[in-house]
Nanobody
Framework: QVQLVESGGGLAQAGESLRLSCQIS????????LAWYRQAPGKQRELVAQ???????TYTDPVKGRFFISRDVDKNTVDLQMNRLKPDDTGIYYC??????????WGQGIQVTVSS
């Protein structure tokens, strides 16, 4: 019943921008935080950005100043604006939700490929 559907990925050249969006549905509990993870080829999944219910955002060092996470409570979405993309940003990006009751949900992942 719970669905996290990512969109907005694809191909981009270095220096370009992409915006990922995660549409959330079916979660009946209060959301505690929202996040974007990514997994590059041959690497472990890492936290890219997260935002709390109070709109406090944090980022991993490689994307600070370039990526921005935002949420829309009314639309039940969490977006990731990715600016000045680099080839190292290539990977599968996953939407993540954790509720106030500590339930966790993951999206299916969406590919982002950045060419040099």
């Amino acid at each position: 019943q719970v669905q996290l559907v990512e969109s907005g990925g694809g191909l981009a050249q270095a220096g370009e921008s992409l915006r990922l969006s995660c549409q959330i549905s079916g979660i009946s509990f209060r959301i505690f935080l929202l996040a974007w993870y990514r997994q590059a080829p041959g690497k472990q999944r890492e936290l890219v950005a997260q935002i709390t219910r109070d709109d406090i955002a944090t980022y991993t060092d490689p994307v600070k100043g370039r990526f921005f996470i935002s949420r829309d409570v009314d639309k039940n979405t969490v977006d990731l604006q990715m600016n000045r993309l680099k080839p190292d940003d290539t990977g599968i990006y996953y939407c993540y939700v954790r509720t106030k009751r500590a339930f966790e949900y993951w999206g299916q992942g969406i590919q982002v490929t950045v060419s040099s």
